[in-house]
């Protein structure tokens, strides 16, 4: 931890030491009435020249508003304001950007009775890919972004809030802009700074390799000298309360930006799962209840950054983010086992001490080397430390409870990447990107268990070693104005080593060589309709703590453990969507290699049962969906449906008659009044064969009220799994276990968050780029 702190303060000193630059390009304006008083809401739309086709479309707040990344060109604006005329102007943009000063004149029509509708939906889709409006109040009344991604189709939050799942595409990177982030930079971000969230299911291949999806998230952008700090607090009552408190500021001097969070979670998290299964050659037959009553977790969470923009769009950041995690959390299990004519009841308890330390920093250097050439590099650290001290007691059919073992288990990692990235416009039609990044991770997991019961003591100290090297190169632009087209590859080299502390060889020593290519091309079939056609290779590497020894004590003959064997998962993609305005027909085939999931098998050298990540064969599944947004007046509907296939094989496993099953999502959303709104929605899987597992069918369903006192003060009531049906049945049979059980979710829940907001930036204007690539990894 002192190399964290070491750097965490490296990094405060280095934003001293910065100063000024220019702004970067937007298009933004001032809008006030023949008084100079701010108009205070309105609609604001860019055309192009001829006034046919909408390319913007923004709300004007407070006399303000603001488009980022606006394209040279010629284009018509037009600004609407109840009770002012409409103001319309022809616009020519050149690359620096442009403020407009609009004046609007009071519109004279006397009205007897004024009624304001929203029909604009704040979910649109786009060859394929999701796009959120964030300041809806809908969402923005949120103050955590990862209830935020809840609320979208396809997208599912682990109950544990450590992991983020897109529904056939698994989990997803998170880039900031351009810039890539981790789940804990993501977390700490302030709804109330983005705009935009937008779900990309067939990323380029400028994105790393490791991900099928892409979240990318737009932050609002800073115009002005000001101060901003919202103040968000929920108090949320799940089987246990739960109360999140974080404030984030941002300070703008006008030339260049600072921004940071705080954040205080106090958390009461609850688990339960219960499993039976035999193992026929062995005669034995084990049903297990585990059960986490209150896990008390305290969270803080907390960063700085700098922004300091350079000419001609370049820029120079730093970003530092710090996670502390304690957890206390006993654990109570009740277990039946039988083997032959054995019986035997056994009470377990678990006491639990965790804590989880987490660090990361970079650096970012941008800048326009040449007239048509621009540079981009950067490098991170980041680290991860895990510690759990264990006492385990069992209570063998009613003689009374006996300490068994005593364990103390430390796991920590550090990483360190660097990136170059050029990017040459070769014409206004093509583009051509290439780059390369090194990276270096190294980790340690020393466990120590006392058997008390038989005076023994064994110690493991394990070693991880991983080297990643990557190039890319990729070419983009537009053919005729009929064909939008973006193919590439990538290239990467990884080696792994792990081992036994002294031991006398090996436990993985691999060295791969692997080319990721990928093609999008999008046909422009009119104005109102597009055909997307994809093809994509991927792979997702396992999280380093699942290559790890650490393990888990469920019962006397359970044991939960991480596989220091796990291969990467290889996928093969080929996708098609069909867009015809707001509604789409999409499809898509995928073939993955070494796909992991959790799966019990019997260890005969441990004499036990082991549950723990394994690759099976291979996997493979298609899905047809179709997407149909919808708006009236105040009332505006997202619904999409998809059928999936989905088959999971094994050699080792009992395949199962695969069969095809539903995904369905839908969301209302109504607008009471002016500063009001109600939601309601939810989604559903069908039950499901997927090859070797069978799942069960679920249906969930939210609601929620936001309102608006003030103008700076936001509340919200959200209602979450109502019939609490978020509870996940599986069953198998592999290596010889036929196992069946549930995994019980903590979701049902009623929250109240309230926010307020002080000072008045319009948006925060800042750039970071996470350069390591195996960051969402380190956990």
Same mark, same amino acid.
Request: aromatic share 12%.
């Given at each position: 931890?002192v190399?964290?702190?070491?750097?965490?303060?490296? /990094?405060?000193?280095?934003?001293?030491?910065?100063?000024?630059?220019?702004?970067?390009?937007?298009?933004?304006?001032?809008?006030?009435?023949?008084?100079?008083?701010?108009?205070a809401?309105?609609?604001?739309?860019?055309?192009?020249?001829?006034?046919?086709?909408?390319?913007?479309?923004t709300?004007?707040?407070?006399g303000?508003?603001?488009?980022?990344?606006v394209?040279?060109?010629?284009?018509?604006?037009?600004?609407?304001?109840?009770?002012?005329?409409?103001?319309? &102007?022809?616009? %020519?943009?050149? &690359?620096?950007?442009?403020a407009?000063?609009?004046?609007? $004149?009071e519109?004279?029509?006397?009205?007897?009775?004024?009624?304001?509708?929203?029909?604009k939906?704040?979910?649109?889709?786009?060859?394929?890919?999701?796009?959120?409006?964030?300041?809806n109040?809908?969402?923005?009344?949120?103050?955590?972004?990862?209830?935020?991604?809840?609320?979208? =189709?396809?997208?599912?939050?682990?109950?544990?809030?450590?992991?983020?799942?897109?529904?056939?595409?698994?989990?997803?990177?998170?880039?900031?802009?351009?810039?890539?982030?981790?789940?804990?930079?993501?977390?700490?971000?302030?709804?109330?700074?983005?705009?935009?969230?937008?779900?990309?299911?067939?990323?380029?291949?400028?994105?790393?390799?490791?991900?099928?999806?892409?979240?990318?998230?737009?932050?609002?952008?800073?115009?002005?000298?000001?101060?901003?700090?919202?103040?968000?607090?929920?108090?949320?009552?799940?089987?246990?309360?739960?109360?999140?408190?974080?404030?984030?500021?941002n300070?703008?001097?006008?030339?260049?930006?600072?921004?940071?969070?705080?954040?205080?979670?106090?958390?009461?998290?609850?688990?339960?799962?219960?499993?039976?299964?035999?193992?026929?050659?062995e005669?034995?037959?084990?049903?297990?209840?585990?059960?986490?009553?209150?896990?008390?977790?305290?969270?803080?969470?907390?960063?700085?950054?700098?922004?300091? =923009?350079?000419?001609?769009?370049?820029? %120079?950041?730093?970003?530092?983010?710090?996670? %502390?995690?304690?957890?206390?959390?006993?654990?109570?299990?009740?277990?039946?086992?039988?083997?032959?004519?054995?019986?035997?009841?056994?009470?377990t308890?678990?006491?639990?001490?965790?804590?989880?330390?987490?660090?990361?920093?970079?650096?970012?250097? /941008? $800048?326009?080397?040449?007239?048509?050439l621009?540079?981009?590099?950067?490098?991170?650290?980041?680290?991860?430390?895990? *510690?759990?001290?264990?006492?385990?007691?069992?209570?063998?059919?009613?003689?009374?409870?006996?300490?068994?073992?005593?364990?103390?288990?430390?796991?920590?990692?550090?990483?360190?990447?660097?990136?170059?990235?050029?990017?040459?416009?070769?014409?206004?039609?093509?583009?051509?990107?290439?780059?390369?990044?090194?990276?270096?991770?190294?980790?340690?997991?020393?466990?120590?268990?006392?058997?008390?019961?038989?005076?023994?003591?064994?110690?493991?100290?394990?070693?991880? &070693?991983?080297?990643?090297?990557?190039?890319?190169?990729?070419?983009?632009?537009?053919?005729? #104005?009929?064909?939008?087209?973006?193919?590439?590859?990538?290239?990467?080299?990884?080696?792994?080593?792990?081992?036994?502390?002294?031991?006398?060889?090996?436990?993985?020593?691999?060295?791969?060589?692997?080319?990721?290519?990928?093609?999008?091309?999008?046909? #422009?079939?009119?104005?109102? #309709?597009?055909?997307?056609?994809?093809?994509?290779?991927?792979?997702?590497?396992?999280?380093?703590?699942?290559?790890?020894?650490?393990?888990?004590?469920?019962?006397?003959?359970?044991?939960?453990?991480?596989?220091?064997?796990?291969?990467?998962?290889?996928?093969?993609? %080929?996708?098609?969507?069909?867009?015809w &305005?707001?509604?789409?027909?999409?499809?898509?085939?995928?073939?993955?290699?070494?796909?992991?999931?959790?799966?019990?098998?019997?260890?005969?050298?441990?004499?036990?049962?082991?549950?723990?990540?394994?690759?099976?064969?291979?996997?493979?599944?298609?899905?047809?969906?179709?997407?149909? =947004?919808?708006?009236?007046k105040?009332?505006?509907? *997202?619904?999409?449906?998809?059928?999936?296939?989905n088959?999971?094989?094994? $050699?080792?496993?009992?395949?199962?008659?695969?069969? =095809?099953?539903?995904?369905?999502?839908?969301?209302?959303?109504?607008?009471?009044?002016?500063?009001?709104?109600?939601?309601?929605?939810?989604?559903?899987?069908?039950?499901?064969?997927?090859?070797?597992?069978?799942?069960?069918?679920?249906?969930?369903?939210?609601?929620?009220?936001?309102?608006?006192?003030?103008?700076?003060?936001?509340?919200?009531?959200?209602?979450?799994?109502?019939?609490?049906?978020?509870?996940?049945?599986?069953?198998?049979?592999?290596?010889?276990?036929?196992?069946?059980?549930?995994?019980?979710?903590?979701?049902?829940?009623?929250?109240? /968050?309230?926010?307020?907001?002080?000072?008045?930036?319009?948006?925060?204007?800042?750039?970071?780029?996470?350069?390591?690539?195996?960051?969402?990894?380190?956990?």
């Amino acid at each position: 931890m002192v190399l964290n702190y070491l750097c965490f303060l490296m /990094s405060h000193c280095l934003i001293i030491s910065f100063s000024f630059a220019q702004t970067p390009n937007v298009v933004s304006g001032k809008v006030v009435d023949e008084n100079g008083n701010n108009i205070a809401i309105g609609d604001v739309l860019v055309y192009d020249a001829k006034q046919k086709n909408l390319m913007k479309y923004t709300q004007l707040i407070n006399g303000s508003f603001a488009f980022d990344y606006v394209e040279e060109g010629n284009y018509y604006i037009k600004i609407s304001a109840l009770g002012y005329g409409d103001y319309g &102007k022809e616009l %020519l943009l050149a &690359k620096s950007g442009v403020a407009l000063q609009i004046i609007l $004149k009071e519109d004279v029509t006397a009205l007897e009775e004024v009624e304001i509708t929203v029909s604009k939906n704040p979910i649109t889709f786009k060859n394929g890919n999701l796009k959120v409006d964030v300041q809806n109040p809908i969402f923005s009344s949120i103050p955590d972004p990862l209830n935020v991604l809840s609320k979208l =189709p396809n997208v599912q939050i682990a109950a544990n809030r450590e992991s983020i799942t897109i529904i056939g595409k698994g989990n997803p990177l998170i880039y900031l802009g351009g810039q890539r982030i981790n789940l804990e930079e993501f977390a700490s971000l302030s709804v109330d700074n983005i705009d935009t969230i937008e779900l990309i299911n067939n990323p380029s291949s400028k994105y790393e390799a490791d991900g099928r999806a892409v979240i990318l998230v737009t932050r609002k952008r800073n115009l002005v000298e000001n101060a901003k700090v919202n103040i968000n607090e929920t108090a949320s009552f799940r089987r246990n309360f739960n109360n999140y408190l974080n404030a984030n500021g941002n300070y703008s001097n006008g030339k260049w930006s600072l921004q940071s969070n705080l954040a205080y979670n106090d958390l009461g998290h609850w688990e339960s799962n219960t499993f039976a299964f035999s193992i026929p050659k062995e005669d034995v037959f084990l049903d297990y209840l585990v059960l986490i009553p209150l896990n008390n977790r305290k969270q803080i969470n907390w960063g700085l950054g700098f922004f300091h =923009p350079l000419k001609k769009d370049g820029y %120079l950041s730093i970003n530092t983010t710090f996670r %502390l995690q304690t957890d206390a959390s006993p654990i109570e299990t009740e277990t039946f086992f039988k083997n032959r004519e054995r019986e035997d009841t056994i009470l377990t308890e678990t006491a639990n001490n965790q804590t989880k330390d987490y660090f990361s920093g970079n650096f970012n250097y /941008s $800048k326009q080397i040449a007239t048509k050439l621009n540079l981009f590099t950067g490098f991170q650290y980041s680290s991860f430390k895990q *510690t759990l001290d264990t006492d385990i007691s069992n209570n063998f059919n009613g003689i009374g409870f006996n300490l068994d073992q005593e364990r103390n288990q430390t796991y920590q990692i550090g990483s360190l990447a660097l990136r170059l990235d050029l990017e040459y416009n070769v014409s206004d039609k093509l583009k051509w990107e290439f780059g390369t990044n090194w990276n270096e991770a190294w980790a340690d997991a020393f466990t120590k268990i006392q058997e008390i019961s038989r005076s023994e003591e064994n110690v493991i100290d394990f070693d991880y &070693k991983e080297r990643l090297y990557s190039g890319y190169t990729s070419l983009s632009g537009t053919l005729k #104005k009929w064909l939008n087209y973006n193919g590439g590859v990538r290239i990467e080299y990884n080696q792994v080593k792990s081992d036994i502390e002294n031991g006398d060889y090996h436990l993985v020593n691999r060295k791969n060589t692997y080319a990721f290519p990928r093609l999008n091309l999008n046909f #422009k079939l009119d104005s109102t #309709k597009t055909l997307s056609v994809n093809y994509a290779r991927s792979i997702s590497r396992p999280n380093f703590s699942r290559t790890s020894s650490i393990s888990a004590y469920i019962n006397p003959y359970l044991e939960g453990s991480s596989n220091v064997n796990l291969l990467p998962t290889l996928t093969n993609e %080929l996708t098609a969507n069909f867009q015809w &305005k707001g509604k789409s027909i999409n499809a898509s085939y995928f073939r993955n290699a070494n796909p992991m999931y959790f799966t019990i098998r019997y260890d005969e050298i441990m004499d036990k049962a082991i549950l723990s990540p394994v690759n099976l064969n291979n996997e493979s599944g298609f899905n047809v969906g179709i997407t149909l =947004p919808f708006s009236y007046k105040k009332w505006t509907s *997202t619904n999409t449906i998809t059928l999936n296939y989905n088959k999971i094989e094994d $050699k080792m496993a009992t395949l199962g008659e695969t069969n =095809p099953y539903i995904y369905a999502y839908s969301n209302q959303q109504f607008r009471i009044g002016k500063d009001m709104m109600i939601s309601f929605g939810g989604w559903l899987l069908s039950k499901r064969q997927e090859g070797i597992f069978k799942r069960n069918s679920m249906v969930v369903l939210d609601t929620s009220i936001t309102k608006t006192f003030f103008k700076r003060f936001n509340c919200a009531l959200r209602l979450n799994d109502i019939t609490r049906g978020m509870n996940f049945e599986e069953s198998y049979a592999i290596n010889g276990v036929e196992a069946e059980g549930v995994y019980f979710a903590d979701a049902k829940e009623i929250a109240f /968050s309230i926010k307020y907001v002080l000072g008045n930036v319009k948006g925060v204007r800042f750039k970071n780029k996470d350069v390591d690539e195996n960051l969402k990894r380190i956990r």
